[in-house]
């Protein structure tokens, strides 16, 4: 049974840089392509970042790239997302996501994706 806790979220200002964190079980993490995903009210699912399965691989979305750093950290199945300099438009529900594809090709499209996290909000106030 494959479980993703996304865990850090909430209320913060902007210019402020909080991170998030993502606890992965029941599948082999090292060998998952993982990724960051968001989504506010009456948008589609935004791709935030990936990372693929040793770390040395990250992909940005356009409208985080520079601010935001995705990690992880494979002995102990988690990922991380550091968001620096937060704007009221970061304001989201964030996704933690696994992709099980064998050929461990980063994807940015959600539909490419296994498994997903709750999510967890985060609110930017200016």
């Known amino acids: 049974h494959v479980q993703l806790v996304e865990s850090g979220g909430g209320s913060v200002q902007a210019g402020d840089s909080p991170g998030l964190s993502c606890k992965a079980s029941?599948?082999?993490?090292?060998?998952?392509?993982m990724g960051w995903f968001r989504q506010s009210p009456g948008k589609e699912r935004e791709f935030v970042a990936a990372?693929?399965?040793?770390?040395?691989?990250?992909v940005y979305g356009d409208s985080v790239k520079g601010r935001f750093t995705i990690s992880r950290d494979n002995a102990n199945n988690l990922m991380y997302l550091q968001m620096n300099n937060l704007i009221p438009e970061d304001t989201a529900v964030y996704y933690c996501?696994?992709?099980?594809?064998?050929?461990?090709?980063?994807?940015?499209?959600?539909?490419?994706?296994?498994?997903w996290g709750q999510g967890t909000q985060v609110t930017v106030s200016s």
């Open positions: 996501a696994a992709d099980e594809d064998p050929t461990g090709r980063i994807q940015t499209a959600p539909r490419s994706y296994d498994y």
């Open positions: 029941g599948l082999t993490f090292a060998r998952h392509v």
């Open positions: 990372i693929s399965w040793d770390g040395r691989s990250k």
